[in-house]
């Protein structure tokens, strides 16, 4: 089985010590009492709950699914109770507007809980994940009765939401859909398609299901200038928020996948269903990407989370595990054989999942404080800043941590040899819940084109500098410090590369679309190293400055040490093979392939 | 669903053009007919069963999986027939004795069929996979009374063979197992203990079952020097070789696991079954490891066999789902949108899975032609050097197809985007079917260590020129070649850096174990791609100088510059990672993790 105890202590040192963010939430309006004591508070209770209610139910709900029969969803035993629990501990409002019910606390705060969950059942973290994306998306887009509504139905948890995207002929390229919408004359609409691959569409654990649906007006523009967004509740809701008559929606079927299988992925028909605009006519992409947005950072907690999870429960067996003699003579000669975490190779596992995440969890706190920041922050000038931060990383955050959950998944799974891949012990079960998560909310191919295509343009590099000058600027300050130097060095070297990468591709891009797109996934990662390089030295600094605790200090500067000299090469290799351009992807016929 | 055509004329292309098997193979004693008119018969008819009678249980197969009932094992529905129809067309006994009723033919050739079986069925390749590694082993080590009546049943296929090794306590670590062997005063001996993890242990394809089990005698030395090979039957054979009384070992269950579904693997429980010694007492070990050399090739060959088939389902559903346009203009803009093939990141996708499946093979088939040639050569010397460079590529073959398997499912499953994820596209069932690979057989970081600590320091070397040798000749006379100048920089650049590696690794491991062991999969791999890159710059050149088919030389010319320019640069990576050494590995306590 897998083990799991939420690493609280990891999260404070990164949010307090690191971002200073107890600190700095607590300037801004409306998080004034949001600070260290409250927060800690929260995360107490969050890891009490996931652990003792969400673990448990992770594997019986991926040995018994959901069921579908007769256009009724079940999810798996215990899922409903532990909703009602979720729901009924305020969690699905965490972070919601007071007037809706929620409790308004900083979004990073709520991306913790977030991976929290993530780490014990991601397959539960589906339902109230898309609900929160749906709350979003009605709370900046909808009319003020739609709002008054639905919203605080979402922030209670009574009901759910979905995102409504793609059919059969259309995934990535949203311009193909074909779901229409015929307006009734009296402010509704009436919503007739099939969408698929539809998470929590159909489901038993709240009283009612709020699709937002992306349709055509019969005057709409062809592609994805001529999609609007409509919100589609299963139950029509009375004027005093109970639930009237079902709507024309119904499930047709659940997908069966990989894994993720306490989470219902669900066909929906719409049948002449009533919806109800959201937000302008024909510009449904935009109001969608503000869903999308967030939900990609989401995702990229999703791979967070799993990604602590394989490293916890590979970190126990390979000390339990009694296999071999260490190859410089026993390490427990009074056993039969030695623990196998004496092994450099089982090591050098372990290390890989924990240098990578404990700096994935920093990039992506930085990133959810952003989102605080960009959202409340009383300065425009760092309201703008702390948003372009957030636009350059989140495709970078998205790929790079649902990449680590894959990735740590596995290697945890390696170091259990063959017990990994036994369903009984949880290893498989990360690999395969982990695997969805570098596909949905856009591939990771599409993250990184989204970075190149739209990112790096954007105001003639401006998201960029919001990465670049800090970065510089630390370079700057600390390459004279001897306590950084080892660390240092190769932080700036992986700097220049991507500088230079990005000069590159400014040009070649200009030239030919295509030498952004063959570069595109390279670059990415190229970016994301960088990226957690820099994590790893402002973690290691700020360790070395705290007072007290001299072995959490010294782990911290071997892991980033860890990074620097075995993790961080790879920036190389990406350098050298983006730079050869397109062309060796692009030379041979498709029907050469 | 995944899609299957054997890629004969690649085989065909690497054995006979670039490696000259054909030739080679005629001047080996035994196969003198064996040229290149039989193997093509070989090979088309094999493909005809794999992509006919195989592939389509492959998804049955997984969905249904192994049934476990009072000691009973059914295989899925359609196994049975399949086998009957496999064993009929003398497939089991392709490369068995003439004297054992087999076929006799080269065991490259039958690498090749070992591909196509796993291309379309990797659960049913098992079955016949562990009897030929039960019948070398028989054929090698034990009395003459026992090949006669056990090795015709294993050629022809009646009977089955498994390995018994694993107990639960000890995995890699043989030195800890527990199975008693109890001298019965009449040659035989009275088996007792519990294995684990055997594949094809029980079930009912075959009339009996052939169990080769590791154990220990009363006087047995502690550790791998006491341990001894049993052959122990399911049913005991009477002397005209009909299956007698039922032994004392019976399945205690099949586990469940993340795939291979269709193959059990068992928990066997020895009951003072009967059993006869192979080989020397307390020498197990070794005739042990003539199996596990050839498994592990073998499993080597799974790891292509899937990489196979994931290209070319990925390729068909790149060239036929529509989605999005080209980045420098539609290429069809006579429909809704351009075949996702245009695309830039799907083309990475594809083209490094080619690029490395195909020299893979290349590299598998010099492997098994080695393999040939150590058998059977005339010249001693010839037979040592081709013994040399089996004993030097057995872990780097069976790592890094195995790891190439996994990897390009992973990869072709993300060119179907979310479909990918759902179970009846059958790309997932890939993923989890070549996940056990990387563990079996001795995972892949056992590979690295037997790399490092066993074959690199074999005669001070000597293993190692069997590939430096040709390698730098290569080189030397190709790099005055303008034709093959844009391969050959970045080839000998890999072999210096490999060359460098060697050196220090020879000299810090000698220092410290731990830094053998530290470098060891970094090392594995610098070595792996080095290795594919010089049977790139043989194909390419091969290609080059072969008359007719220009675009099978174009392409060939363009996917060799695609590994130069996108692939093989990792090996900078790789070099810098692992010349830092143990001490980034080492210096955490393992309490501290």
Redesign the interface.
């Known amino acids: 089985m897998t083990v799991y105890t939420a690493p609280l202590d990891e999260m404070r040192f990164v949010l307090y010590d690191v971002l200073g963010a107890d600190k700095l939430l607590t300037e801004l309006p409306g998080h004034e009492d949001h600070g260290a004591d409250l927060i800690d508070t929260v995360l107490a209770e969050a890891a009490k709950f996931c652990e003792e209610q969400l673990l448990p139910l992770n594997r019986t709900g991926d040995e018994e699914g959901c069921s579908f029969e007769n256009g009724v969803v079940r999810t798996p035993k215990g899922f409903k109770e532990a909703y009602e629990t979720f729901a009924g501990g305020g969690w699905t409002g965490l972070a919601c507007r007071p007037q809706d019910g929620g409790q308004d606390l900083p979004k990073v705060v709520n991306l913790m809980v977030e991976e929290m969950v993530c780490s014990t059942n991601l397959s539960f973290g589906t339902y109230p994940g898309l609900s929160l994306g749906a709350y979003n998306a009605i709370k900046l887009h909808a009319a003020e009765e739609l709002k008054r509504l639905y919203l605080p139905k979402l922030a209670d948890g009574s009901w759910s939401g979905t995102m409504c995207l ?1 059919e059969p ?5 949203l ?2 859909i074909r779901t229409r919408a015929e307006p009734q004359g009296d402010g509704t609409f009436a919503i007739t398609g099939t969408k698929i ?1 539809i998470s929590a569409g159909e489901h038993d654990l709240t009283r009612n299901i709020v699709h937002l649906v992306l349709g055509r007006l019969p005057d709409a523009p062809a592609g994805t200038r001529g999609i609007s967004l409509f919100l589609v509740p299963k139950f029509l809701p009375r004027s005093d928020g109970s639930e009237g008559q079902r709507n024309g929606v119904a499930c047709g079927g659940i ?5 993720l299988k306490a989470s219902a992925t669900c066909v929906l028909n719409f049948d002449g269903a009533k919806g109800w605009l959201i937000g302008e006519a024909h510009k449904g992409m935009r109001a969608m990407f503000t869903m999308m947005n967030a939900a990609r950072l989401a995702v990229g907690i999703q791979g967070l989370g799993i990604a602590e999870t394989a490293y916890q429960s590979a ?1 126990a067996y ?2 339990e595990r ?3 003699r ?3 003579g026993a390490a427990a000669p009074d056993k ?2 030695d ?1 196998i ?11 890989t999942i ?1 240098a990578n995440t404990e700096a994935a969890r920093a990039l992506a706190l930085w990133v959810g404080l952003s989102l605080d920041i960009a959202e409340r922050h009383a300065d425009a000038q760092r309201r703008q800043e702390a948003d372009d931060l957030v636009q350059l990383m989140t495709p970078i955050v998205k790929a790079t941590l649902t990449d680590l959950g ?1 990735t740590a998944a ?1 290697h945890g ?2 170091v259990f ?8 012990w949880g290893m ?1 079960q990360l ?2 819940d982990a ?2 998560t ?3 909310e856009g ?3 599409i993250q ?2 989204d970075l190149v295509g739209r990112k790096l343009p954007t105001g003639t590099g401006r998201l960029l500098r919001r990465f670049f000058h800090p970065a510089m600027a630390w370079v700057e300050e600390h390459q004279a410090d001897p306590a950084m130097a080892e660390l240092v060095i190769p932080f700036a070297k992986a700097l220049g590369r991507l500088q230079q990468a990005t000069a590159w591709l400014a040009q070649a891009g200009l030239r ?3 030498e ?3 570069a ?2 390279e670059y990415l990662r190229l970016f994301a190293l960088t990226a957690l390089a820099y994590m790893w030295v402002r973690m290691a600094k700020t360790a070395l400055a705290r007072p007290g605790d001299a ?1 959490f200090a ?2 911290k500067l ?2 980033a ?2 990074f620097m ?3 961080l ?6 350098f ?2 983006l730079m ?1 351009g ?1 062309k ?5 016929e ?1 029907s ?2």
């Not at 060796?584 to 041979?588: D, S, W």
């Open positions: 793609t002929q259309c995934g990535t390229d311009g193909l691959f997908e069966h996948k990989m894994g970190r390979a000390r009694l296999q071999g260490a190859l410089n039969p054989a623990p975490i004496v092994h450099p190779d089982v090591r050098r596992l372990l290390l924990k894959f596995n799974l390696q040899g063959g017990h990994g891949y036994i369903r009984e498989e690999v395969r695997r969805i570098q596909l949905y591939t990771n191919g990184a084109l030919d679309p295509n952004g797109g063959a595109a996934s072995e010294r782990t071997a892991t040490r860890f000299a075995r993790l090469p790879e920036t190389g290799a990406l050298q093979s050869t397109a060796p992807l692009m030379e041979i498709a050469a392939f």
